[in-house]
T-cell receptor
Framework: KQEVTQIPAALSVPEGENLVLNCSFT??????LQWFRQDPGKGLTSLLLIQSSQREQTSGRLNASLDKSSGRSTLYIAASQPGDSATYLC???????????FGKGITLSVRP | NAGVTQTPKFQVLKTGQSMTLQCAQDMNHEYMSWYRQDPGMGLRLIHYSVGAGITDQGEVPNGYNVSRSTTEDFPLRLLSAAPSQTSVYFC??????????????FGSGTRLTVV
């Protein structure tokens, strides 16, 4: 059974800091890995998707990397801003029906 | 292009009542799924469908029913609501079960409280 872990559960940083959010998964036979952002009381917004054959994807200040063999992904946020404060969820697509398995998320707070 | 639309956004039910959470997508996606999100538990898969007329159970299917008569719609039915079903429900869709570059698109959620 696929399990996805995100540690720590919460993180607080000062504005301007570069930061890394980690995600690990137990079954390396994934189709892809997707990072989502969730604001309080809102839905999930897709940030980046990395195919199993890819090593990284970039969008603006965000860079996501994937090391499938070790079961790890990182989301790098450059020059963090208070507007980046949200919960960041990692999810992997695996199995015969490509079910999406989520981590519990990292709640990020960026202090002005 | 509205994406994935969920209705209602909020709902309060009494124990034992039934209701249907609606989900519609206008992207012609074959794959649709329902998740519930609970504090400390993350998102868990309830039911999913790989196309019209085909549905299957996910991780936590008990107390829920689904059907898929069209590509666009995938309603979730609560047969007899229980307080344990108090949660936020998300519908998601994908053109190819998340296997390629498209990934999953999520609706904005339905916040359900059962009293």
């Amino acid at each position: 059974k696929q399990e996805v872990t995100q540690i720590p559960a919460a993180l607080s940083v000062p504005e301007g800091e570069n930061l890394v959010l980690n995600c690990s998964f137990t079954d390396s036979a994934i189709y892809n890995l997707q990072w989502f952002r969730q604001d309080p009381g809102k839905g999930l917004t897709s940030l980046l998707l990395i195919q199993s054959s890819q090593r990284e994807q970039t969008s603006g200040r965000l860079n996501a990397s994937l090391d499938k063999s070790s079961g790890r992904s990182t989301l790098y946020i450059a020059a963090s801003q208070p507007g980046d404060s949200a919960t960041y969820l990692c999810a992997v697509s695996t199995g015969a029906n490509s079910k999406l398995t989520f981590g519990k998320g990292i709640t990020l707070s960026v202090r002005p | 292009n509205a994406g994935v639309t969920q209705t209602p956004k909020f709902q309060v039910l009494k124990t034992g009542q039934s209701m249907t959470l609606q989900c519609a997508q206008d992207m012609n996606h074959e794959y649709m799924s329902w998740y519930r999100q609970d504090p400390g538990m993350g998102l868990r898969l309830i039911h999913y469908s790989v196309g019209a007329g085909i549905t299957d159970q996910g991780e936590v299917p008990n107390g829920y029913n689904v059907s898929r008569s069209t590509t666009e719609d995938f309603p979730l039915r609560l047969l007899s609501a229980a307080p344990s079903q108090t949660s936020v429900y998300f519908c998601a869709s994908s053109p190819d079960q998340g296997r390629t570059n498209y990934g999953y698109t999520f609706g904005s959620g339905t916040r359900l409280t059962v009293v």
